[in-house]
């Protein structure tokens, strides 16, 4: 790979490490927030459970999957000097699936009832489920800003512009502690779901069309579902819609199995979870972030070497969670006490989320590999094959949350998250060395 090539990638993981480190940090000053107002309370189990039906219309229309998904369609125009070509099917994604999108939020609103209903099939009490209805009302119409923002940040990663998308997670975890410390006094747990509608708005659309048109976005609302463009995506996001990844399929576990559980597990979980996904973010996700534009470019270069290269050396980096998810084990109560223990979380709370961190350190490094090794899969436009590995994976994987949930309660749906994880990428890299002939797969 040459110099300049690595130089860029560099200066692009920098700019994602600064932005997903300080975007998880404030996320931590967010979960703060939250534990210092509700504690390991029912309320904060309902507002956890709020996220579910919003998190599964942002996969079905796969919003997380777009930098994926477009940039290779959208990178391949600029390599051929056809960018207005490339702006004609941004503009055609965003005008169809955005449509499909509205038209789905409008059911999700009036149904939300009978889907809080299903997802906390274990929790039948009528307080807890009237306040998870409101705050998912709430806070639905987000995704519409989480997947139009997506496409703009998506335009604006294929022109190696990454300084503007950097801000988008910082301004949506400030949106939602500002919600919570202004508005909490007058409406408890609400005003952080307000929150969150809010700093979609502003990060994720308001800022990110703003750049998306200082890289040159033209966009007219155009409706074309015979263009071959339309048809490549969709077929690239079919499967990733239909298919359940591993982030995907942990949030919703982790709430379903949950609602089984004593009122102030799922937030036991959500404590735990997030304060380990400081590390995965860290190594992990700003690393996948930047080296996947340039993967989608060395495979529409053709050269599988070098791209390999890229994968391998990013494995390599990723090796530094091991050390400290092991000093985070050792460290687990303190780290729990400094970063929460204060206002209605107390002692107690600390005790329980402590000792559910210590299982989900178990799979850091293989969910901090995990924001890599797909992306050489989606490099190569093939999400058929991940989405049909995830799914199996995480079917499979049901055995260990009921075995866990049975004998351990909310530290045994941790272990799941995390034995399902180790498993499912150890076999997928496997599986991707033998199919590009990664050679160089055991240096890693």
Do not use: C
């Amino acid at each position: 790979m040459s110099p300049s090539l690595y130089k860029k990638v560099g200066i692009a993981s920098i700019i994602m490490m600064g932005s997903i480190f300080f975007s998880r940090l404030f996320g931590f000053v967010r979960l703060m927030v939250i534990a210092y107002v509700g504690g390991r309370g029912a309320d904060v189990d309902a507002y956890q459970v709020a996220f579910v039906i919003p998190e599964i219309l942002n996969h079905i229309v796969a919003s997380g999957f777009l930098s994926i998904t477009f940039i290779p369609i959208f990178s391949r125009y600029l390599v051929e000097n056809q960018e207005e070509q490339g702006w004609k099917v941004f503009s055609i994604v965003l005008t169809g699936f955005g449509t499909l999108l509205l038209l789905f939020i409008v059911i999700s609103e009036a149904f939300a009832p009978e889907l809080v209903a299903i997802i906390a099939r274990g929790r039948p009490d009528l307080n807890f489920r009237e306040q998870a209805i409101t705050m998912t009302r709430i806070i639905i119409p987000a995704q519409f800003f989480f997947f139009s923002g997506g496409l703009f940040m998506a335009v604006q990663f294929a022109k190696e512009k990454f300084l503007i998308p950097a801000f988008a997670p910082l301004i949506y975890n400030l949106g939602i502690i500002g919600g919570g410390i202004l508005l909490s006094p007058w409406i408890g747990m609400q005003g952080f779901s307000w929150g969150v509608l809010t700093g979609a708005l502003v990060g994720n659309f308001a800022l990110q069309w703003w750049g998306a048109k200082k890289v040159g976005m033209k966009f007219s609302l155009t409706f074309n579902f015979k263009h071959p463009d339309l048809k490549t995506y969709t077929k690239l996001t079919l499967p990733l819609i239909f298919g359940l990844t591993m982030f995907f399929s942990m949030e919703i576990f982790m709430k379903f199995f949950g609602s089984y559980l004593p009122p102030g597990s799922i937030a036991d979980l959500e404590y735990s979870f997030r304060t380990m996904l400081l590390l995965v973010a860290f190594f992990g996700q700003a690393a996948g972030v930047a080296s996947y534009p340039f993967m989608a470019r060395l495979v529409a270069e053709k050269k599988m070497q070098e791209m390999n290269q890229l994968l391998n050396n990013t494995l390599k980096y990723l090796s530094l969670v091991i050390p400290f998810s092991v000093l985070m084990m050792v460290l687990r109560n303190e780290l729990i006490l400094i970063l929460l223990q204060r206002g209605n979380f107390d002692a107690e709370a600390t005790g329980h989320a402590a000792g559910v961190l210590t299982y989900f350190l178990i799979g850091a490094f293989a969910i901090a590999a995990n924001t890599i090794i797909p992306r050489a899969y989606y490099a190569m436009q093939d999400t058929l094959f991940p989405a049909i590995y995830g799914t199996i994976a995480v079917i499979l994987s049901v055995p260990f949350y009921l075995l866990g949930l049975k004998m351990m309660g909310a530290r045994g749906v941790a272990l799941a998250v995390s034995l399902s994880a180790i498993l499912q990428v150890f076999f997928l890299y496997a599986l991707w060395n033998k199919r590009s002939q990664n050679k160089r797969s055991k240096e890693v």
